[in-house]
């Protein structure tokens, strides 16, 4: 059985920082690109960044862009997200992706497992 369970969320002023990070068991963690999501309240589910399964290509939402940073620890089965300079409109559910085996994932679609979300809220 998949698993991927996301902590470090919170409430937190503009400007702070928090660490996101997904742990995943049940699966081979090395083999898939893995991503972060975001939903605000009453919007949809929107990519924030993705990590290819070796760390050496990342990808960014411009909304978050020179903020934000993944990564991953192949050898713990773990990826983070660093959320820094966080303003009011980063508050949402963070929702970590393990893509399916082998494949770069660049869309929704294209991620097979999802964790349950982890609520950030950013005060201002």
């Known amino acids: 059985q998949v698993q991927l369970v996301e902590s470090g969320g919170g409430v937190v002023q503009a400007g702070d920082s928090l660490r996101l990070s997904c742990e995943v068991s049940?699966?081979?963690?090395?083999?898939?690109?893995m991503g972060w999501f975001r939903q605000a309240p009453g919007k949809e589910r929107e990519f924030v960044a993705s990590?290819?399964?070796?760390?050496?290509?990342?990808s960014y939402a411009d909304s978050v862009k020179g903020r934000f940073s993944i990564s991953r620890d192949n050898t713990q089965s773990i990826v983070y997200l660093q959320l820094n300079s966080l303003k009011p409109e980063d508050t949402a559910v963070y929702f970590c992706?393990?893509?399916?085996?082998?494949?770069?994932?660049?869309?929704?679609?294209?991620?097979?497992?999802w964790g349950q979300g982890i609520q950030v809220t950013v005060s201002s």
């Open positions: 992706a393990a893509g399916r085996p082998w494949i770069i994932a660049s869309r929704t679609l294209e991620y097979e497992y």
């Open positions: 049940g699966t081979r963690f090395s083999i898939r690109y």
């Open positions: 990590i290819s399964r070796n760390g050496a290509s990342t």
